[in-house]
């Protein structure tokens, strides 16, 4: 199996490599690295091999069976359908085809059967929404979800290379160009993505429109506030849920436990709750805090932390990737 990866020199390229060597499915593949043209020619090391990285025209002559996308979105609109056409099933990690209609929009645990074998382009969701739709879907399922109300706390490693230098910098009191409007150390600020004509940022609209499409109901109330905060590990996210039913704490939580790729971390009193600096490296999404939200019948507050380059991006798309081969579409 030839396994192509377009933007394999990027932060999320980088750990796509990193997870695809861990994956027991993906031992024999011929890998296809791929990245812009300042990058074609370098060499990178994968199970034990030496490979050069590549042109992404270049990539496509090699027919890859499964092409993993982090590029950005203008690339996967140029490229994407060019693989497409050769039989080629496209996991992108952009927000270039995640609203369109007939495209899934995938998180393995909740929605893998949307992925018909003639799905050759396969949407990655945003970072943020697959740790908390992991968290929504197990309790839409039970009870029914009325309205959520989320807060993020996004790492700086979610814009980019340019922006974890950017904190580098600035922690070492360096000079240097900015990635973000503002100082990212010792601060934070709402403003994640680009500002749209009703006041929300692309990042907010994304948690909307993506949680919808993955759960499969475009009734759901959900507004968000997004926050760049100066860490590298990981998203972390306050939500408020609003159930159509009543709940019992001690069944919440067993639902999430039993749910995969959630770790429950909720001890209050022994200080145990989910936090970034934990979760970086790791592919589960943690969760703490349950608690009831008195001011609210049938309301909860859950706390929700995960490494959004792993589970936030490249983990779930070699998920992806593994269902494909798992569920007899390659």
């Known amino acids: 199996m030839k396994i192509a990866i377009i933007g394999v020199t990027g932060l999320v390229g980088r750990v796509m490599l990193k997870v695809l060597e861990e994956s027991r499915l993906f031992k024999g593949i011929e890998l296809i690295p791929a990245a812009s043209e300042r990058s074609v020619g370098k060499k990178l090391m994968f199970h034990g091999k030496e490979y050069t990285i590549c042109s992404i025209r270049d990539a496509l002559i090699e027919n890859p069976h499964i092409a993993l996308f982090s590029a950005g979105a203008g690339v996967s609109k140029e490229w994407a359908p060019e693989f497409a056409e050769k039989q080629c099933y496209v996991i992108d990690n ?4 995640r609203n369109k209609e007939k495209i899934p929009l995938v998180v393995p645990e909740i929605n893998a059967s949307s992925i018909q074998k003639s799905s050759r382009i396969i949407a990655n969701p945003n970072c943020s929404t697959i740790q908390m739709v992991l968290v929504l879907a197990p309790l839409h399922n039970k009870y029914g979800i009325k309205r959520v109300v989320v807060s993020t706390y996004q790492s700086v490693t979610g814009s980019g290379a340019a922006a974890v230098l950017q904190l580098k910098n600035e922690r070492k009191g360096l000079k240097a160009e900015k990635a973000y409007p503002h100082s990212i150390d010792l601060n934070l600020f709402p403003h994640g993505g680009e500002f749209l004509d009703n006041g929300y940022t692309t990042e907010e609209q994304k ?10 109901d475009h009734s759901l109330q959900i507004t968000a506030t997004v926050v760049r905060v100066p860490v590298f590990g990981g998203h972390s996210e306050a939500v408020n849920i609003e159930l159509n ?15 995969h ?15 970034p600096l934990f979760a970086e490296g790791k592919d589960d999404v943690f969760v703490g805090r349950i608690r009831r939200d008195d001011s609210c019948e049938n309301s ?7 490494d959004n380059l792993r589970k936030g991006a490249a983990t779930n798309a070699v998920q992806i990737a593994e269902y494909l081969v798992t569920s007899g579409r390659l």
Not at 94 to 97: D, G, V, Y
Not at 245 to 259: G, K, M
Not at 261 to 275: E, K, R
């Open 245 to 259: 039913s009543a709940f019992e704490l001690n069944e919440v939580r067993s639902l999430l436990t039993e749910t």
């Open 261 to 275: 790729g959630i770790t429950i971390q909720d001890d209050i009193q022994a200080d145990i709750y989910p936090m």
């Open 94 to 97: 952009s927000s270039a085809w």
């Open 207 to 216: 948690l909307v429109d993506e949680s919808r499409k993955i759960l499969d």
């Open 300 to 306: 909860l507050n859950i706390w929700i932390v995960s």
